[in-house]
């Protein structure tokens, strides 16, 4: 579910965000400041030689879920800091369902936290990401 308010931003932040689309990540909730994503982890494309996700994908949709709790806080940012704990492998042709909130608002920063679970609730991934405010945006018209 998109909040209402947040309608236009992701419409436009999905279509024009190409890495966004090439990592075929997909947006089951946004919402001010908290986000749920999923990936599907495809073989050859997601996935190592032995048939797990890789960690970069899984990195770039952590950042991705962080970074987009920010931006529909309002707010343009940029990755200062992102420290991730890979706990257990997922396995290629499984959904990772990846759960973003933001846990501290100050004048200069955001800091948001991360999860990843299996469609078995099963945690796969935790982190954290510090994020610089470079200016507020209008949601309405920005992304």
Not at 43 to 58: C, E, M, Q, S, V
Request: proline residues 6%; hydrophobic residues 40%; contains cysteine.
């Amino acid at each position: 579910m998109i909040d209402p308010s947040l309608e236009n931003f992701y419409q436009r932040a999905k279509s024009e965000d190409p890495y966004f689309q090439f990592m075929k990540i997909e947006v089951v909730d946004l919402f001010p400041g908290k986000t749920h994503f999923k990936l599907f982890i495809e073989p050859d494309f997601h996935t190592n030689r032995r048939g797990i996700a890789h960690g970069a994908p899984l990195a770039t949709m952590s950042d991705a879920c962080m970074g987009w709790a920010s931006r529909a806080l309002g707010y343009h940012v940029v990755t200062i800091d992102l420290d991730i704990s890979y706990i257990r492998p997922v396995p290629e042709n499984t959904w990772v369902h990846g759960y973003g909130k933001i846990i501290h608002h100050g004048k200069k920063t955001l800091v948001g936290e991360v999860k990843f679970y299996d469609d078995n609730k099963r945690l796969m991934l935790s982190g954290k990401g510090t994020y610089w405010i470079v200016h507020p945006i209008d949601i309405a018209h920005d992304i």
